[in-house]
């Protein structure tokens, strides 16, 4: 294995993982330790990886060729897929260590565990021999000094710590998608998946909210303070709010919406009001409008906006003023591509399309999927009885919404032909 003797553990959280060819397969998320009966140090046996569809496998060192701070590489291509379950006499070194209370011997000075390092030895075997600590001070306006300590001068780190802090795992996981955040949140305990939600800010939590199971949406907003979650419903969008409010009950609902700024509320509101499996209890209620005197300049300025969704980005709706939903009377949408090939000051007015009938909100689901694969769209105007905008159905919107309730939660299969097929297991 080409690598360091030594490797801090916490720093290759988020490397990626790449297979002998250079294609990546996954991410590291953790690191696997065997205890041990005797008063050796835990054996580190693998790696977790997760790979794409949100699929966490185990990684043996044996079958890794060289670790770094910016890549790890497999030795080979072929993969175990099943889903990594930790075995009892296992330990997760950075969900179960980081930030853990410990004292660092002689003395007993107190201190929170910031990182592990693992180490290997002239026999090839790799073990957890050093822990960084920082003190504790006593004093909120000073840092405690860091020390790097073997592994048996620390006391407090057998067994499962359930006092541990959130900090140092937030820190690990600051940097990852919503998606992934929300995957990783679904591995926690349930104690500790609701602290980590209520440490993130509003806008954070309100992402990853999108992407988790409902019941698990449903009891990290019940965990919160009725104030803040309405802040987090307000940070969402409409129609993931509404499909979030749609499993509570009415009265919970009510005092939810009641507590959110009302301009904020009215669109959720209006998409509560449509009956689930339709355009109106799928859509956006937020798509980009423009008018028709709008040039394709100021088009293209906005669907660069970085908080659209690439699905609301990908198309331009114009209508009559008034420009939010209920718009004026639907005039026909722009796609992102035609844009770019007209003149930056061309009118949208002389280059919408509206040769497709748009939705209405009671179309069912089924007939949604249909008209959308058959003119490949990845988005279409939802109209009232006026010829109003109301919102917008996109592809994301049907797909979380034909998937299976519990999609978010079901194993990943894998692709015929891949280079990742189905080995013994490797722990």
């Not at 306006?141 to 001068?153: C, F, K, S, Y």
Request: net charge negative.
């Amino acid at each position: 294995m080409s690598t360091p003797t030594r490797v801090y553990i916490a720093r290759l959280a988020g490397v990626a993982v790449f297979d002998p060819n250079g294609d990546q397969v996954g991410r590291v998320r953790d690191a696997v330790a065997r205890l041990r009966s005797t008063q050796r140090p835990p054996e580190v046996v693998g790696l977790v990886a997760e790979m794409p569809l949100r699929r966490r496998i185990f990684l043996s060192l044996n079958r890794i060729t060289s670790i770094d701070a910016d890549a790890i590489v497999l030795g080979s291509g072929t993969l175990n897929l099943r889903r990594f379950e930790k075995r009892p006499n296992e330990l997760l070194v950075l969900q179960e260590l980081l930030d853990r209370r410990v004292q660092v011997d002689p003395g007993g000075q107190n201190g929170t565990v910031v990182d592990v390092a693992m180490e290997c030895s002239r026999g090839g075997e790799w073990s957890l021999t050093r822990v960084a600590v920082r003190e504790q001070t006593g004093r909120l306006t000073r840092r405690g000094h860091l020390h790097q300590v073997d592994w048996d001068r620390v006391r407090g780190l057998s067994g499962i710590a359930d006092d541990r802090g959130t900090a140092n795992l937030l820190a690990v996981l600051e940097d990852m998608r919503p998606a992934d955040l929300a995957n990783a949140l679904q591995d926690l305990p349930d104690a500790r998946r609701n602290e980590v939600a209520a440490a993130l800010d509003d806008e954070r939590l309100a992402d990853v909210l999108s992407e988790l199971p409902e019941h698990d949406q449903v009891e990290i907003l019940a965990a919160l303070d009725r104030e803040r979650a309405a802040d987090v419903l307000e940070e969402m969008d409409p129609d993931d709010a509404a499909d979030l409010l749609s499993e509570l009950p009415p009265p919970e609902q009510d005092v939810l919406l009641d507590l959110m700024q009302p301009d904020e509320a009215d669109p959720v509101r209006q998409l509560l009001k449509y009956s689930p499996g339709t355009a109106g209890s799928v859509m956006t209620s937020e798509p980009v409008i423009l008018p028709p005197d709008a040039t394709v300049a100021e088009a293209l300025a906005r669907i660069r906006e970085p908080q659209l969704s690439p699905a609301v980005a990908a198309q331009v709706f114009v209508t009559r003023a008034p420009m939010t939903t209920p718009t004026g009377r639907y005039l026909g949408m722009v796609h992102f591509q035609r844009l770019l090939r007209e003149a930056p000051a061309d009118m949208l007015g002389g280059v919408v399309v509206n040769d497709i009938d748009p939705l209405r909100p009671t179309t069912p689901l089924p007939e949604i999927t249909r008209r959308m694969a058959t003119y490949d769209l990845v988005a279409m105007p939802v109209i009232d009885r006026n010829n109003r905008l109301v919102g917008a159905v996109t592809v994301d919107d049907v797909l979380d919404h034909s998937l299976p309730r519990d999609w978010r939660e079901r194993d990943a299969s894998p692709v015929p032909g891949s280079a990742a097929t189905l080995d013994g297991a490797d722990g």
